[in-house]
């Protein structure tokens, strides 16, 4: 029974994106996302892909119209496709508008087809740079021709693909011109993402941080960007590029906050919900899933959590500031 109503916070805003990250582990270490020496949940603590596909399932009967399965990598996570395949009943349904996913692209030859096969049209792949040398040094240990591959697999398997890259001082700065020549030629868009200061990561995050603004500036010397109205249902603002014919997004959680119209919420593999990505206040929703065989009482805690979904976040990276705006890192609620 599809809600009609939906679920509506109180700045009046409908909710109807759920990302869910799958798994918090991952098989790269980025060095602005984790520490190396990060240690994961216990398996016995991760809700089943049951448990998921039950939950992911009550938010869509309550409205929820696109759906992103995350991490960690949510790739690694085992028999993840079991999930995928689950979900997918619920576009054939009409009930979801879009079941998608973000990765980090190392698994993609393997399951690209399958992806396409149970419904998924769009990706997101998180990738920073194509040199493979940055890019190991940036994943930790990431092998780029794996991702190149993947991305491959993905295209012959007719996937539509967007790039993600988070802006990184010093590091992609210089390289996001060829970046965006690279997608554009081949059929992608890429979007810029500001470093957020989630979680301790033993590099500072200060040294790392591009206000997207400034890149803006400097891409403006070589490129003409005109800002487009284009959407799909996520934080970027996009401009068209003239010379390659491409679209550009920008993520600017830091400079400029789109929380005015936020329409999302996050869901950890534990089973916990996370109104905003920059705040700590939390719903547990495994207790209620847990408690009884009904939908009814977790259906009720969705309602109760949407009910406390903050106007916004205040993330700040400077260098008086030396916590992170949340503790938690991206791997566990999800990027
Ligand atoms: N493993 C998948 C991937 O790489 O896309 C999904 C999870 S990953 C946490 C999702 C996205 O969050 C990636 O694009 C990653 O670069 C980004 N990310 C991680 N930590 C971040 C941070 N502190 N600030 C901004 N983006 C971050």
């Not at 200061?197 to 995050?205: A, F, L, N, T």
Request: include cysteine; hydrophobic fraction near 35%.
């Amino acid at each position: 029974m599809y809600n009609a109503d939906g679920l509506i916070d109180p700045f009046g805003r409908t909710i109807s994106y759920l990302r869910v990250s799958v798994t918090d582990r991952c098989d790269f270490r980025c060095t602005y996302c984790m520490a190396e020496n990060t240690s994961f949940l216990p398996k016995k603590d991760l809700l089943s892909l049951e448990e998921l596909d039950r939950l992911c399932t009550v938010f869509i009967e309550k409205g929820v119209r696109k759906l992103r399965l995350t991490g960690g990598e949510p790739l690694v996570r085992k028999n993840i496709m079991d999930l995928v395949r689950q979900l997918s009943r619920h576009l054939k349904s009409g009930a979801l508008e879009e079941l998608t996913l973000t990765t980090n692209g190392s698994q993609l030859a393997r399951f690209a087809a399958e992806l396409a096969d149970c419904g998924v049209r769009r990706i997101n792949v998180s990738l920073d740079t194509l040199d493979p040398e940055k890019f190991r040094s940036i994943t930790r240990w990431g092998d780029l021709n794996k991702v190149m591959e993947g991305i491959r697999a993905a295209q012959e398997a007719g996937l539509k693909i967007k790039l993600n890259a988070v802006a990184l001082k010093d590091f992609n700065d210089r390289e996001l011109p060829e970046m965006i020549r690279w997608a554009h030629g081949r059929g992608m868009d890429l979007t810029v993402i500001e470093t957020m200061p989630m979680g301790e990561i033993s590099v500072d995050r200060t040294d790392q941080y591009l206000p997207l603004s400034v890149l803006r500036a400097s891409l403006q010397e070589q490129f003409l960007l005109t800002d487009i109205p284009y959407r799909t249902g996520g934080p970027a603002r996009y401009v068209r590029v003239a010379e390659t014919g491409g679209k550009l997004g920008f993520i600017t959680p830091m400079t400029h906050n789109f929380c005015e119209s936020c329409n999302r919420v996050r869901l950890t593999c534990t089973g916990m919900l996370y109104m905003c990505l920059g705040q700590e206040d939390v719903a547990d929703l495994r207790s209620s899933l847990r408690g009884s065989e009904s939908n009814d009482m977790v259906a009720a805690a969705i309602d109760e959590a949407i009910g406390r979904k903050p106007k916004g976040h205040d993330f700040v990276i400077d260098r008086r500031t030396k916590l992170p705006s949340v503790s938690r890192t991206m791997n566990v609620t999800g990027g």
